[in-house]
């Protein structure tokens, strides 16, 4: 589930943070993915990322592992996920003829799941045992330890060149972003760079904030263009026993400019958990051993940012009881409701009749269908995450009886 928190302070304090953050060092060698080896250091987006699936422009750079495969057309990092998924169908399916109901013949079994554009290469990947890596009878298993710089991953759209990938992410029919479906994108990604960290091999990645998001707005277009190209790049900057910070960099280039000319435009922090895989207990994830001294002082900034969520979650008003102040408060509030009787205007309607709470309630029920799931076969945390913001843009819109900014 996400959790989205936010701090208690000035916008102009908030911004003055976040351009003192620090920021990521680039590593000295990073490589341009193919498709294939996409699926290795993308596993997350390989598999729900849609628009990320088939190669439609997007330039996918990492920083490349000792252990990563030399042979591509062994088994993906999250196959024992996926046949496990399909195992699990195939069995409700001999369930349900046991018991004499209809059964439909067209059913893809394990085997035959295509990961890829080479189906021979994926019947094969699916056959063979999971955790296995670089071809069968391979165990593979993470690392003790790992630098900062080892989870690195760059994802490069080019939207300004690109117009399939550009209208996939236009807002209406402006050339604005629709910014949920990048909070969905920002949350898969962040699971691509903690599985390059911790791999996914026997453990289950999921996501358990978001920490927060800080986000400039370009003075001279407003809200982020379409017609520029936009660029994400993060690695995990603090690991815990079983918890990763992940901090994401985004920064967008106008259409003209040199290759290596990005301008830095907001930051993501999200906090990951591994867990076993009956989701009962924490799996232990790699050290994280910083080895420049930008690495060190974000992984002591990663340490505030944990002691600063204890201290949240320590405070949070379902583990303390309600001061008197704060139960006066919401007698009022009760009494006031229950006379109809508002006690102050928005500041939005100094000239108009005040709007009650209750008029501004939006409800919407979603049915979550299979394809809403990620490769854990439960419901896809950025989804869900897309979905609050695009219903939060929608209820601010009637509530404003206009096109709300962020």
Known sequence: ???????????????????????????????????DEAR?????????????????????????HPD???????????DWALKARYERADAGIASAASRGGMVSTNIISAPEV?????????????????GTRGGPGKEFSSPPERAPSDSHLELIFPFSNNSTLREQYQRFTSNQMRFGLLLEDLDTMAGDIAARHAGVSERVLLTASIDRISWLQDPNVGEVSLANNLRMAGQVVWAGRSSMEVMIELSHQAPGSRPDEWRFIGLAFFVLVARTLDRTAAAEVPALVPETQREKELFEQGKVHMQQRQQRRDSHW????????????????????????????????????????HRTVLQNCCLMHSQDRNVFDVIFGGHLLRLAYEHAFSTAALYAGGNPQR
């Open 114 to 130: 295509s990961l890829s554009d080479n189906s021979a290469a994926s019947s094969t990947r699916a056959s063979q045992p999971h």
């Open 318 to 357: 379902a583990r303390r009881p309600p001061t008197s102040q704060e139960v006066a408060l919401v007698h009022d509030l009760i009494r006031q409701q229950h006379l109809h009787k508002p006690t102050s205007h928005h500041h939005h309607h100094q000239h108009q009749e005040a709007v009650s709470m």
């Open 68 to 78: 990563d495969p030399t042979d591509l057309s062994g088994p993906g990092p999250l």
């Open 1 to 35: 589930m996400m959790i989205l928190t936010s701090g208690a302070f000035s916008f102009r304090k908030h911004i003055s943070r976040m351009l003192t953050t620090l920021r990521l060092e680039e590593p000295a060698t990073l490589k341009d993915a193919s498709l």
């Open 40 to 64: 290795w250091c993308l596993p997350f987006s390989y598999e729900v990322g849609e628009h990320r699936r088939g190669g439609r422009g997007l330039l996918i750079r990492f920083k490349p």
